[in-house]
């Protein structure tokens, strides 16, 4: 018995003693487990961070973006109150003319200097119209068209309203012969004629040039009271085309209204359009006002 429950005793001896081994490897393995859950956590957070870096790149790109200013509608100043000739916007809008598009927009080179300076602005003989096309009914150039009565006003050495009378009072027949052309061109000057000579050295050469191509030409001319001029209105006559380049009030000395005058300008063409309106001047169906102004920074 004795002998047996020593041996017994053995038995449990080791059974405790790999009890123990047992008990310790599964402490040793739990001990080892922590450090393996801290590796699968920190493997996890970087995993997270991984797929967090895309997302945290694009917020920044985000805010960065959300940061710039919007980008500016030109032009800057508001022109909803403005008008512009027919054919120049539908040159503008449908032929993408920048030339046209800058005679109804107005872009300022200061205001507009971020459109300017990308997308400037070129030769008016670059625009579309510009290129004369012969045929047996127009002679088109521009917005003046073989047919049309023009009237230009205060056209300082006439320079302008000759090359319109080159281009509408002149048309080639199929023998490549000059036949005179059924449109009027009438050529007006606020001064007379002894001062344009005295100011303009090569205006008698002009004045000569239109003459033979028919054109009429009358001197001192009020564009505010153009109602007044009986050769304009004798024969009840209407334009197709009116046109005034660089209206302006003039001054002492021979000079051009500026700044100063701006409030006169303006009332000097707003008088001039109402004129023209009231007393019937200009074609009822197909009848444009044109009016060029200078820019400046």
């Known amino acids: 018995k004795g002998e047996g429950n020593y041996l017994n005793s053995s038995k449990m001896g080791k059974n405790r003693a790999r009890k123990r081994r047992l008990l310790l490897q599964q402490q040793q393995k739990e001990s080892k487990e922590p450090s393996d859950a801290t590796s699968v956590t920190k493997d996890s957070n970087t995993d997270s961070n991984q797929d967090s870096e895309p997302k945290q790149k694009k917020e920044k790109l985000q805010a960065e973006e959300d940061k710039v200013e919007p980008k500016p509608t030109f032009p800057i100043r508001d022109i909803s109150s403005l008008y512009a000739p027919t054919l120049t916007y539908e040159c503008a809008t449908e032929s993408k003319c920048v030339s046209c598009a800058y005679k109804c927009a107005c872009f300022d080179v200061a205001l507009d200097c971020a459109f300017t300076s990308e997308v400037p602005n070129v030769r008016p003989e670059t625009c579309p119209r510009s290129v004369v096309s012969n045929s047996d009914e127009t002679i088109h150039t521009s917005a003046f068209q073989n047919g049309m009565n023009v009237l230009t006003v205060g056209d300082g050495d006439f320079s302008f309203s000759l090359a319109i009378a080159r281009q ?18 009438v050529a007006t000057s606020y001064e007379d004629e002894k001062t344009l000579r005295r100011v303009y050295p090569n205006f008698d050469d002009t004045l000569k040039q239109l003459k033979q191509l028919g054109a009429q030409v009358l001197f001192k001319v009020d564009a505010t009271r153009l109602h007044e001029c009986a050769d304009l209105v004798s024969n009840n006559q209407s334009f197709h085309r009116i046109v005034w380049n660089f209206p302006c009030a003039a001054v002492p000395d021979g000079l051009d209204g500026q700044n100063k005058e701006m409030d006169h300008n303006r009332s000097l063409v707003q008088t001039f359009v109402e004129d023209v309106l009231q007393h019937g001047l200009i074609d009822e169906h197909f009848g444009e006002i044109h009016m060029a102004h200078k820019t400046k920074p």
């Open 168 to 185: 509408i009072l002149t048309m080639q027949n199929d023998d490549t012969k000059t036949e005179k052309s059924s449109s009027n061109v």
